[in-house]
């Protein structure tokens, strides 16, 4: 089984300034994805950036980005120019070619204006 | 808005109960992923059917089962309901059959609550 940890279950940052959410996973797979996803108080679960495991080059998505660490196995998530609408849970997710999705258990992200 | 429909949106029920909820994927999706968001165990995978035949299995209780039909939408149905069933249940949908290649794009998920 896969894991997937989220150290900083809440976090703050002023509006306009940037934040990095981190993850780190578990797996013995060689080829695998990780996700961000995004829940605003909407409970919608909203899919911020992915990134192929394959691939070297950091997953960008306008002001999300990612740091893609294969050999930590660290997969953090940086938001610039936070904006108000960026408050909301952040999970992070793995799947591998057993067909399994995991998730982290989320960080809470405030933006303060 | 990502194209993947759920209903009810809320649904209150007695234990013991059976309830059925209801997904529509995204127009030219075939794979349907259910999910349980409760406030203990966090979000955990469920079960996966790709153009009406299962494809994955997380960790599904017994009492509950799915399927998906023709048109390709889906039903999660919960029996025998449990005080701890009480969850947010999310469907997702996605092009492919394989999890680990496809996004899932989710649908905004149906509040059960068990009395």
């Known amino acids: 089984a896969q894991t997937v940890t989220q150290s900083q279950p809440e976090m703050s940052v002023q509006e306009a300034e940037t934040v990095t959410l981190s993850c780190t996973y578990d797996?013995?797979?060689?080829?695998?994805?990780l996700f961000w996803y995004k829940q605003p108080p909407s409970r919608q679960m909203i899919l911020v950036i992915r990134?192929?495991?394959?691939?070297?080059q950091n997953a960008t998505e306008n002001r999300f980005s990612v740091n893609f660490q294969k050999a930590a196995k660290s997969f953090s998530l940086k938001i610039s120019d936070s904006q108000l609408g960026d408050t909301a849970m952040y999970f992070c997710?793995?799947?591998?070619?057993?067909?399994?999705?995991?998730f982290g258990t989320g960080t809470s992200l405030t933006v303060i204006p | 808005d990502s194209g993947v429909t759920q209903t009810p949106k809320h649904l209150i029920t007695a234990t013991g109960q059976r309830v059925t909820l209801r997904c529509s994927p995204r127009?030219?999706?075939?794979?349907v992923y259910w999910y349980q968001q409760s406030l203990d165990q966090g979000l955990q995978f469920l079960i996966q059917?790709?153009?009406?035949?299962?494809?994955a299995k997380g960790n599904i209780l017994e009492r509950f089962s799915a399927q998906q039909f023709p048109d390709l939408h889906s039903e999660l149905n919960l029996s025998s309901l449990e005080l701890g069933d009480s969850a947010l249940y999310f469907c997702?949908?996605?092009?492919?059959?394989?999890?680990?290649?496809?996004?899932?794009?989710f649908g905004p998920g149906t509040r059960l609550t068990v009395l």
């Open positions: 997702a949908s996605s092009v492919g059959s394989g999890v680990w290649r496809d996004t899932q794009y």
């Open positions: 797996t013995s797979e060689n080829n695998y994805y």
């Open positions: 990134q192929e495991a394959y691939k070297q």
């Open positions: 997710a793995v799947t591998n070619t057993g067909n399994q999705f995991y």
């Open positions: 127009s030219g999706d075939l794979s």
């Open positions: 059917y790709y153009n009406g035949e299962e494809r």
